[in-house]
Structures are given as C-alpha cells and as structure tokens.
C-alpha cells in the first residue's frame, strides 16, 4: 500500500527540528492553562523589617496613650486632697498640716501629733465624690468618715503651671480648720487641760484652739481649789462646718469651800484689828465722837463672828452670803472737859458678804460687796 496525502494535509506542518523556544507549563489559575512570566518574591530580611516597624509604631502610639492617661491621672485635680487625707487618716497631724500648706505655730498646741493622737472619733476614711475643674480653679468634694459617719467638705484647688508643658500642677488652697471653743463659767485665766496640752482662758474667761477634726477632752485644771466636770469638744470636718462649743462652770471643792472661808475670817479680822472708827473696806463703823474730847486707845472687838455660806459662781465671784450676822464692838480712851474715861459703840452688826474673787498658792481672795449703813452702827 502507498501512503500518501493531498495539499491539505500532512505535508503543510514544519518538521520538528525546525520549531524553537521554551515549552509552555500547564497553570489551571490562568484562562487557557498557561502561565506567564513568574514573580519575584521580596527578600525575607525586608519583610520582618516592615512587620517590626509597624508593630513599633502600634507600641509607640499605645505606650503614648497609657502614659498619657497615667500622667492626667498622677496629676489630676483630688492628689493633692487625697495626699492631705492620707496623712491625716494615718495620725499624721504635722504632715497633713504641712501637706495642705496650713500656717501653724507653737501657740497651735492642738496642732500637733501628740495633741491628735489623744483625740477620738476621728477622721479614718474618705472618699471622693466628686472634682469639678474650671480652667485654673478646681475643687474637690469629699465625704470623710469621722465618727461612724459621713462628713461632707470640700477642697479647694489652684492651678500653679504645667509639667511637660503637657500636665497641670494643682496646689490645695490651705483648708479652714475648725476650732474647740471652751467657755468657763469662772475666774480670768482659768486653766485647763485640753487633749493633754495646758491652755489658759482669756480674761473673758473663753479659750479658742484651731483643731483637726476629732473629739476632744476638755478638763479645768484647778488644782485642788476649783473643779467642773470633764467634757469633750467636738470638731466636724472642715471649712464652713460648725464646731460645738463646750461650757464649763467652775465649782469649789471641799478644800476651796474652806479656803474661801477661811478668805472671809480674814477679811474680818483685819477691820477688827483697826484702829479707825471707821475702818476703810469694812461693813460696819462707829460714829459720833466728840471733838471736844481726845480718845486714845481705840480698838474693836469681835463679839461673835458671821457666819456664811458660799454658792456657785457670779459674773463677779464665787457668791459669799451672811446667813447670821456677827457682832463687834467698838471703845476707846478719852479725856476732856468732864474728865476722863472709857467711850463705846456696838454693838454692831458685822456682815461678810461679798465674793471669792480666786485662789493663789495661799488660799482664796476675798472681796466684801457690802457698803457701811447707819444701821450697822452706833454710839
């Protein structure tokens, strides 16, 4: 058999070692299953660059955030009042004193760790409730636990500059302290023993220490003359907050009874040891003497002697009342147109009333309230 083939057939297609170039591959992800020139890949070094880079720019941005955040918290306006606060919940008194910039000497003697340290119900706790920022100015309200209580004050705050040029620098406004305030019913300069510090009162008899807030004991140190009963002063919080104020009555122990008694005696025995008729400051006198006549040896005698009772304290002593009169007679010498003899008057009544003005190492000081009358007097 003869192969063969027409025009159109075999004999049209190139022999085999007449085709060039590079066999195509089979990619079934491009139309038709052929792939085009293959891609470079980036180096490994330069990718684990870029990813580091971004990942430093995140950490970068956060960080600035968290301590953003923590620079407007260490710097916010209720630091300065917490920092207060603190000290004072932990017995701190100078501290928080100085903390809060509030002036204080030595004449402040409440001001002081041991003076706070006696106090009770005192501030243990706090919390803020709210803090109110107005351009400069702020301030802060708390609740303090004082007592088994909430006490409610508020601090005020300025603002001095910035740190950073970024965060505020706020300054607590010195806060008004409260005050025991001690009122005695009793001499001028009366002493008294407050929170184991010694005070004395004014010559109005009032006494006024700036305090913390706390309770107080209050006691009158009248050696053994004068007592009252213990009391406590109470100071609530700061600022507008009042304190209560505490009043005393001085009273006179058995000892100070005597004392004044013994003050009156005295008073009468020195207007019966004068020589004067009428001797200055006493209660009774004699009169009618006769110019015509010299008297000598003029002298008083005590008959019987008042008797009286003390009571309690007046805007001008310790009150002193004669319950039963005493008696003096007065004589004396003399000589003149009919002679010589012996003159008297009396007897007359000697009344001790008057007042126990105060006490001193030796005793009580008497003050008579009586003014001479005719009636306690004669011839």
């Not at 075999?10 to 299953?33: C, E, F, K, M, Y």
């Not at 100015?137 to 500059?161: E, H, K, M, Y």
Request: proline content about 6%; glycine content about 12%.
């Amino acid at each position: 058999m003869t192969d063969h083939a027409d025009g159109d057939g075999w004999g049209a297609v190139p022999p085999v070692d007449a085709i060039r170039g590079t066999l195509a591959q089979a990619d079934p992800s491009r139309p038709g299953g052929v792939a085009g020139r293959p891609r470079r890949r980036p180096r490994r070094g330069v990718l684990v660059g870029i990813v580091a880079g971004a990942a430093a720019l995140v950490l970068l941005v956060v960080g600035g955030g968290i301590g953003y955040a923590n620079g407007m918290s260490t710097h916010a306006a209720d630091r300065p009042v917490r920092a207060f606060l603190d000290d004072l919940v932990a017995g701190k008194a100078r501290a928080a004193l100085d903390a809060a910039g509030i002036a204080h000497d030595e004449g402040d003697v409440l001001l002081t760790d041991a003076a706070y340290a006696k106090a009770e119900r005192k501030v243990t706790g706090y919390r803020v409730a709210a803090v109110r920022a107005n351009g400069d100015n702020a301030s802060v309200t708390t609740l303090l636990r004082q007592g088994g209580r909430d006490v409610s004050a508020t601090f005020d705050l300025t603002r001095t500059g910035t740190e950073w040029g970024v965060f505020p620098v706020w300054e607590l406004v010195a806060p008004k302290l409260g005050s025991v305030e001690v009122s005695v019913r009793g001499p001028s300069r009366t002493p008294l023993e407050v929170a184991g510090r010694a005070v004395t009162t004014s010559k109005d008899g009032t006494a006024t220490l700036s305090a913390l807030p706390g309770e107080y004991p209050v006691a009158l140190d009248g050696g053994k003359w004068v007592e009252s009963d213990a009391q406590t002063a109470t100071v609530s919080g700061f600022g507008v907050t009042a304190s209560s104020p505490v009043s005393m009555t001085a009273s006179l122990t058995r000892a100070g009874e005597d004392a004044a008694k013994k003050a009156v005696d005295a008073w009468v025995d020195t207007c019966i040891a004068s020589h004067d008729p009428a001797p200055s400051g006493c209660s009774f006198y004699a009169y009618g003497e006769d110019p015509s006549y010299t008297y000598t040896n003029e002298r008083w005698t005590l008959d019987t002697r008042p008797v009286v009772s003390v009571g309690d304290w007046s805007s001008e002593g310790w009150l002193v009342t004669t319950t039963t009169y005493g008696r003096a007679t007065f004589s004396a010498d003399i000589s003149g147109p009919g002679g010589v003899g012996t003159a008297s008057a009396g007897p007359m009544n000697v009344n001790a009333s008057g007042y126990v003005t105060g006490f001193d190492g030796d005793g009580a000081t008497f003050r008579s309230a009586v003014a001479p009358t005719t009636s306690d007097s004669g011839t």
